[in-house]
């Protein structure tokens, strides 16, 4: 059983962890439901991790190096430069695990690295994640990834803090950003990944009037019914200021949904077109598969819709989606910073007299 897309780069992943994960994952499913008065109306795990590998490989084109000569550029699970460390192996988190799948991708390419992914809920391992690779779950469930870490002392402080699309499922920015603070070394960076995802652009008058529209609209309006941010990601450089971190930098990307993109327009990035048009693909695909689980739930119990209605405007929207005259792209900001020293600089004091 594999959920990987048709485009999965296997020389980055091991599947057999993700197959393990997932046969693990559903078993637990299925024995809830059984047990359970009430079946779950929640995504099954296959079809979350499904969405969630479709998003990361959105993110491996996004952060894709550039600078050199094209089309194959090479691939970067961040953008922010590690630390130095001389003393200890470099220790990385990542907040927000999902499936593992960015966490055990880092923990292959930098075996050097202690790494430690961070979930609500357990993520199993299976028999081909890395020895350097640990899952912790949070104490407080109730308060999701803002709860307590008392893992932090087990491990000690942390030299880089990965965060990516907790847009929708952090209730409270601020306070998780002085936790991830708390849980660094001085000197340490942060990297927050998130693609502003209820509130798609168009270059055109394609998008108006779209039953496209209407859902997202409504996804906006949901959020702020349940007391939910989702306007989140063009204020992140903000908010890590005003949390305490320096040397603060803002990348900001185009990521079109849908291939209404050419694959062989001209443009001055060698091979840009063909990127696009793989970056489209991924994104619809994850908003697809997002539309029918959490768009459907969001309509009906927030928005009080029956079945019937929710469906009607979720396969319209997908019907949108698929529609390659319908341009729309989501804004993405990749934002890090580093935790100063106490001199408030990203420099130690200097020992010598």
Not at 12 to 36: C, I, R
Not at 203 to 217: A, I, M, V
Not at 313 to 335: C, K
């Amino acid at each position: 059983m594999s959920t990987l897309s048709p485009f999965h780069d296997d020389e980055n992943f091991d599947t057999a962890t993700l197959n393990s994960v997932l046969e693990t994952e559903d078993n637990h499913s299925n024995q809830n439901s059984e047990s359970d008065e009430e079946p779950t109306t929640g995504p099954t795990p296959t079809t979350e991790y499904s969405r969630l590998d479709y998003i990361h490989n959105c993110w491996k084109i996004i952060l894709r190096d550039r600078t050199g000569p094209g089309p194959n550029y090479p691939e970067r699970l961040h953008l922010v430069p590690l630390p130095l460390r001389i003393d200890r192996p470099l220790r990385v988190l990542d907040v927000g695990s999902g499936c593992g799948i960015w966490a055990m991708e880092m923990a292959k390419k930098c075996p050097h690295l202690q790494v430690v992914g961070l979930e609500v809920t357990p993520i199993p391992s299976g028999p081909g994640t890395p020895k350097n690779l640990t899952f912790e779950v949070c104490t407080s469930l109730e308060r999701g990834i803002e709860g307590d870490w008392p893992f932090v002392e087990k491990y000690g402080l942390f030299d880089l803090i990965h965060m990516r699309t907790l847009t929708g499922s952090t209730r409270d920015w601020p306070a998780l950003l002085q936790k991830a603070k708390a849980a660094m070394d001085y000197g340490s960076v942060i990297e927050i990944q998130e693609g502003y995802l209820t509130g798609p652009e168009s270059n055109d008058e394609s998008f108006e009037g779209t039953r496209l529209q209407q859902y997202f609209k409504l996804l906006r309006e949901a959020g702020e019914i349940a007391g939910i941010e989702t306007d989140v990601p063009p204020r992140l450089a903000v908010m890590v200021r005003e949390a305490g971190f320096i040397e603060v930098v803002e990348d900001k990307e185009n990521c079109p949904v849908g291939t209404w993109v050419d694959a062989n327009v001209e443009h001055p990035i060698a091979g840009y077109g063909k990127m696009m048009h793989e970056l489209g693909t991924f994104a619809r695909e994850a908003t697809i598969k997002g539309a029918r689980e959490y768009g459907m739930r969001t309509l009906m119990r927030i928005h009080g819709w029956t079945d019937q209605e929710a469906t009607a405007l979720v396969e319209d929207a997908i019907r949108d989606l698929n529609d390659g005259n319908i341009h729309i792209y989501y804004r993405t900001f990749v934002v890090h910073a580093k935790k100063p020293y106490p001199n408030g600089t990203g420099f130690p004091d200097d020992p010598s007299p």
